[in-house]
């Protein structure tokens, strides 16, 4: 297999307890508003999908068929038996499942963010491909998702842990911000009103 440059990320291993704290209702499994709506975590990926030729998408154990809806448009599913430690333990894992591609980069999206828009994900992977460390898309000042990094982290990468994710590299390393007109780099899904 060819090193590929950008390899995508799918983070889709949250509970998402503030959605619906009894857990009887998967968020990424909700369906989107609108002409041929789809599961929420759908959308997510086929956005990344059409940006990056792989995407590695990771899954709780005991997903209530994210992963097999994730599978059938193209992603390759992986499960992390520790996601409820943290998404720290879920970027990892996934950092891990894609080094037989010996990626140059990752692109890290967030399964819950469906309204990123396509041309925001091309400018991160555009930044990441021609070296960027670490890139960030930023909207009237703030920093939103998602976030890319270099081959250059992988150590820092690999030794995450808990649920702060990458945040602490955000702040430890020099970071190439990427200009968007892109609200959706703010809008999770975190509660039913928010669909």
Do not use: Y
């Amino acid at each position: 297999m060819s090193a590929l440059p950008v390899v995508g990320i799918l983070l889709a291993a949250g509970r998402g307890r503030r959605f619906d704290p009894l857990g009887q209702r998967n968020k990424l499994l909700q369906i989107l508003p609108g002409p041929g709506g789809e599961p929420v975590v759908v959308a997510s990926a086929r956005k990344l999908l059409a940006v990056v030729s792989s995407v590695i998408a990771v899954v709780p154990p005991g997903d209530g068929g994210v992963g097999a809806h994730l599978s059938s448009i193209g992603c390759d599913v992986t499960v992390c038996p520790e996601a409820d430690t943290g998404m720290g333990a879920s970027l990892v894992h996934a950092i891990r499942a894609s080094l037989p591609r010996e990626p140059a980069s990752w692109l890290v999206a967030l399964g819950d963010m469906p309204h990123v828009a396509p041309a925001t994900l091309r400018l991160l992977s555009d930044a990441l491909a021609a070296g960027a460390p670490i890139a960030a898309p930023v909207l009237d000042g703030r920093r939103g998702n998602p976030v890319g990094f270099g081959r250059l982290h992988l150590d820092a990468l690999l030794a995450l842990r808990g649920d702060q994710g990458a945040r602490r590299l955000l702040q430890s390393f020099p970071v190439t911000e990427i200009a968007v007109a892109d609200p959706g780099i703010f809008r999770d899904i975190d509660t039913p009103a928010d669909i």
